[in-house]
């Protein structure tokens, strides 16, 4: 099997949304700073995303972006380790499985098709290495966007470590004053 040449892991925010709409109704700058990480990962920042792997081809509406992206950076350093790996969200109905044969990576989707019934539907393959890229630029990428559109959302503890541990603040000017602004902002 040799890998396909079509690797992306996308993202769009859902028609018709704006900044005030990545976050719940209401919410104002004490909620963001304060907000426990589940509340933040699962709850805020929706969009729809979209992943190519060949052939294969997923698409979920109303996911939350971060948990994907965390998921799926998850899926793919568990999948190094153990040589398989699931991304699941059974709440969407969406099941993804990762199978590593040295460097090559079989990507499957998986239907439901009855309570605890799954069939195979699509398959891809990949390198190891086009997989983790295409994982770590989706999840600057949602970062930067939402922190871009919300420039507050850094006043949480959770959202500035991942925008550092993902290297938003290093991929050009404006994303490293917003990270300096709102850090100023945070020490007032």
């Known amino acids: 099997m040799k890998p396909d040449e079509r690797v992306d892991v996308s993202f769009r925010i859902l028609d018709g949304a704006d900044a005030g709409e990545l976050l719940p109704a209401g ?105 983790a890229a295409a994982a770590a630029r989706f999840l600057r990428a949602a970062l930067d966007l939402c922190t871009q559109a919300c420039p507050d959302l850094l006043l949480n503890n959770e959202i500035e470590r991942l925008y550092r541990h993902a290297a938003v603040r290093e991929i050009g000017e404006a994303q490293f004053i917003r990270h300096t602004q709102m850090m100023r902002r945070r020490l007032q």
């Open 27 to 131: 919410t104002n700058a004490d909620d963001i700073r304060q907000a426990p990480e589940w509340e933040v990962r699962e709850r805020w920042m929706l969009g729809a995303v979209t992943l190519q792997v060949g052939n294969l081809l997923v698409e979920a509406e109303q996911m939350p972006l971060l948990d994907f992206g965390l998921s799926l950076e998850f899926a793919l350093r568990d999948l190094a380790l153990h040589g398989r790996s699931d991304l699941s969200f059974p709440d969407r109905s969406l099941l993804i499985r990762f199978t590593r044969d040295g460097d090559l990576v079989s990507v499957t989707h998986w239907q439901p098709t009855g309570p605890r019934e799954w069939r195979a539907t699509t398959t891809g393959s990949a390198t190891y290495v086009q997989l």
